[in-house]
């Protein structure tokens, strides 16, 4: 009988700048989005693209990180550690890790079967939305309404900054969403994306309660 079971996992750490500085490129600080994009770009590579994502507020490990989960599978958990285990290890500098469940990730890749199309003629657009929400809120929720009232021009959704402060209320949080729409028949006009837009800004007030920025 087995007592031990070994599982493969892909750990990433990332501290310091996240390019070398020189005469036309600024230090810019690694920060949660940069290991996110890393995250991302692996799912991507190898095809799976099919996921919920979760805030996830009460890990003791992380000050704050999203979970990546395929039904009750958690394939994966990223974010910034927080300060008192970087402490025990005498780092006193932002530390991000992620966390891949490398046997789930490669299960669910040989799940995936490859479709090709040809490369739309017409353009996608980016529409950006700021959204004051409770912490409670979770992304998913943001993300389900978007993707039910997004109607068929609506292909991606994407969190890419999340603010905390007093300033805005200790029970607060915003989120800067990013939202991409495209059409493959036709090239998209502002008159399709504003419909879709001002029905989204009225469903997360409606259901999350949530103020515009």
């Known amino acids: 009988m087995r007592q031990y079971s070994e599982k493969n996992h892909l750990a990433i750490f990332i501290s310091g700048?996240?390019?070398t500085t020189n005469w036309n490129t600024p230090n810019k600080?690694?920060?949660f989005y940069f290991i996110k994009s890393i995250v991302d770009s692996i799912f991507s590579k190898i095809?799976?693209?099919?996921f919920d994502a979760f805030d996830n507020e009460l890990s003791e490990f992380f000050d704050y990180s999203l979970v990546y989960r395929k039904g009750e599978k958690q394939l994966a958990e990223f974010g910034k550690v927080n300060a008192a285990f970087c402490k025990l290890f005498d780092i006193k500098q932002d530390l991000f890790f992620a966390d891949i469940n490398w046997d789930l990730v490669i299960a669910q890749a040989k799940k995936v079967k490859s479709n090709y199309q040809e490369?739309?003629?017409f353009p996608s657009v980016k529409r950006?939305?700021?959204l004051l929400l409770d912490k409670k809120v979770k992304f998913d929720e943001v993300k389900s309404?978007?993707?039910k009232f997004g109607k068929k021009i609506l292909?991606?959704?994407?969190?890419?900054?999340i603010y905390e402060d007093e300033k805005i209320g200790n029970d607060k949080k915003s989120y800067a969403v990013s939202f991409t729409f495209k059409d493959d028949t036709k090239t998209l006009q502002d008159a399709d994306i504003d419909s879709v837009m001002k029905k989204l800004m009225e469903e997360y007030n409606k259901q999350l309660n949530a103020e515009i920025r």
Do not use: C, P, Q, Y
């Open 145 to 147: 309404i978007a993707t």
């Open 128 to 130: 950006d939305l700021a």
């Open 119 to 121: 490369i739309s003629k």
């Open 47 to 50: 095809g799976i693209t099919a």
């Open 17 to 19: 700048n996240k390019s």
């Open 155 to 161: 292909r991606n959704i994407e969190l890419f900054d």
């Open 29 to 31: 600080k690694s920060d």
